[in-house]
């Protein structure tokens, strides 16, 4: 089964080897791919889409020292190519300004503040990941221990409805 | 106005002569005369009020009020801030076929002199909201810096242990894994130097190792790319590549703790310096060594930058070199923040010493973008900051301190900047005027 990718991006390279630290346990069923800008991301984006490979999910810093994240998913929201990615922002200072742009014009899935706990990452992570599966028709069995139940049993019911 | 001084102000026999700090008339006296300054400068001003002043220069008429409205009782002060020439006229001087041609000549003359009153009276406002506003920052800056000398010191607590904490980790990591050369170079290489591989480079790395060893996992290749030392990882059994990674990987965390503990030192620092000091200042003080100082405290934001120390012959001066250092470290780093990341143009930071003329003068340029014409004289204030990273300071703070520093030691600052680059002066007066 091929792999899908997840996209971590931060510009301090410390805070991203936090990041690929924690989410080793999800190399089983994805490739970690770390970026140190929004561009870097989108250039391997693009290069991804290409060579046809899958991108389910996108784990992003806010601040950074070009394009931000919330920049970088406005961007996103408005390519087709990557409308089906899952968006993650982390944030260690946010307005509310900052919070209203993110939903409205950005569509992110969820917010992280920093410092993470790793509980807490994992089960984002799941739940995105849970709703990517459901967004493509895959089969939830192949991604054993990665899959929130909740969502499971809300998008389950949803397709069973129709 | 000269029509006027000709027409009434002529007569010899009516002029006083004034000497530099004697009084033309006091308020609340009798004034029965309209007055015109010849040459010379007066000052009016209210003695129970000391807000309200207005100054009359030459060609000035002076006592248009009391001459002119039913009250004549003057309603402040004159006195001569220079020797003065006063030509006047008097009541008494016309009659009442006069009094319609008088008031038609100067009728021009009477309002010139209110609106310029009043401008004078709404710019002593102005300049006295000002005063109020610096006040107020003043008071806001001081309960700033309580606050900043009491979270200063609730984390100063914090980070010496995991200051400490860490660098036992790192002793006992290297004391106690039974290691060979090998590993002992891998954890070792993580210490000393970090994560300095690139996410891109890594990625470019683990293609080409792709290409050699196709039966790798991309996963670990990218782990062995990371390391800076993927081909000598790759071409090693699988157990002893895993583990070297791994002890590499425990060394590269070391290091990262390490730069936290740096980083948080720093804004600790910073934060101290907000609050009313107890520093010690000495005589002897070297500002060179205290500008060498800086430079090794910010060793890891100068990475990507070119340094360039002009440091010259200059004399001690009387401070304290922690102190000054802080001056330093906060302006060279919002240098290689604003150079961060630039590729249109070279990264380069000049530091130059030099003792012209009774000072010690620091200038500190970049090759920067500059500083936005809109804030470069807010740059000072607390909470300006053109800074959006997490990676700084970010609470726009930074000149904050060093401005209050610098005018600790009766010094003075300035700045130049053009898309070009900004250069910062500082001067320091070698004297102990503390």
């Known amino acids: ?162 | 106005m000269n029509g006027l001084a000709k027409k009434y102000f002529s007569k010899a026999d009516k002029i006083v002569f004034l000497q530099k700090g004697d009084y033309l008339f006091r308020k609340g006296e009798q004034n029965n005369n309209l007055y015109l300054l010849q040459s010379g400068r007066m000052k009016g001003f209210d003695p129970q009020d000391q807000g309200e002043f207005f100054e009359a220069e030459s060609g000035d008429f002076i006592g248009l009020h009391s001459f002119f409205s039913l009250v004549s009782t003057t309603r402040m002060s004159l006195i001569a801030l220079e020797d003065s020439v006063i030509p006047y006229i008097s009541k008494g001087d016309f009659s009442h076929e006069d009094a319609d041609e008088l008031n038609a000549d100067f009728m021009p003359a009477v309002i010139f002199m209110m609106l310029k009153r009043q401008e004078q009276a709404h710019q002593a406002s102005l300049r006295h909201q000002k005063i109020l506003r610096d006040m107020q920052e003043v008071e806001r800056l001081a309960s700033l810096g309580q606050l900043s000398a009491g979270v200063a010191h609730e984390l100063n607590n914090a980070i010496t242990v995991i200051s400490r904490g860490s660098d036992y980790i790192i002793q006992q990591v290297l004391d106690q894994l039974k290691c060979n050369s090998f590993e002992t170079e891998m954890i070792n290489a993580g210490l000393s130097q970090g994560r300095y591989v690139s996410s891109a480079e890594a990625r470019k790395v683990a293609r080409d190792l792709k290409k050699l060893h196709p039966s790798f996992s991309d996963a670990k290749l990218r782990d062995y790319a990371r390391t800076g030392m993927g081909e000598r990882l790759a071409s090693q059994p699988l157990e002893t590549a895993q583990r070297a990674f791994n002890l590499w990987n425990l060394g590269a965390s070391l290091y990262d703790l390490q730069l936290a503990v740096q980083q948080s030192e720093h804004v600790i620092n910073s934060m101290r310096s907000l609050a009313s000091t107890n520093v010690i200042r000495q005589a002897g003080c070297d500002i060179n060594s205290s500008i060498r100082h800086a430079v090794s405290l910010l060793s890891n934001p100068l990475k990507k930058v070119t340094l360039d120390l002009r440091l010259g012959e200059i004399p001690t001066v009387f401070g304290n070199s922690a102190e000054l250092c802080q001056i330093w470290t906060n302006i060279m780093k919002n240098a290689a923040d604003a150079m961060a990341g630039q590729l249109q143009k070279d990264s380069l930071l000049t530091v130059a010493t030099d003792a012209p003329d009774g000072y010690v003068r620091v200038r500190i340029s970049d090759t920067g973008p500059g500083i936005p014409d809109e804030i470069i004289d807010e740059i000072f204030k607390p909470h300006v900051t053109t800074k959006k990273t997490g990676q700084t300071f970010g609470l726009g703070l930074g000149l904050t301190i060093v401005h209050k520093i610098v005018k600790r030691y009766d010094g003075d600052m300035s700045v130049e900047s053009s898309p070009e680059g900004t250069t910062f002066t500082v001067t320091i007066p070698f004297g102990a005027t503390l």
């Open chain 1, 1 to 162: 089964m091929k792999k899908a990718h997840i996209i971590l991006i931060d510009d301090q390279i410390d805070v991203l080897s936090a990041l690929l630290q924690d989410l080793k346990p999800f190399r089983e069923r994805f490739i970690l791919d770390d970026c140190q800008s929004a561009d870097e991301a989108y250039e391997l984006m693009e290069e991804l889409e290409v060579s046809g490979e899958q991108i389910a999910l996108i784990i992003s810093d806010h601040i950074m020292a070009n394009k931000n994240g919330i920049e970088l998913y406005a961007d996103l929201a408005h390519d087709q190519r990557f409308e089906d990615v899952r968006k993650i922002l982390i944030t260690g200072q946010a307005s509310h300004e900052d919070t209203i742009d993110a939903i409205n014009n950005a569509s992110i899935d969820y917010y992280i503040s920093k410092p993470w706990s790793i509980e807490e990452l994992h089960k984002v992570v799941r739940k995105m990941i849970t709703h990517w599966i459901f967004d493509h028709g895959l089969n939830h069995k192949d991604y054993e221990g990665m899959i929130d139940t909740d969502v499971l049993l809300k998008r389950s019911k949803a397709a069973g409805d129709r």
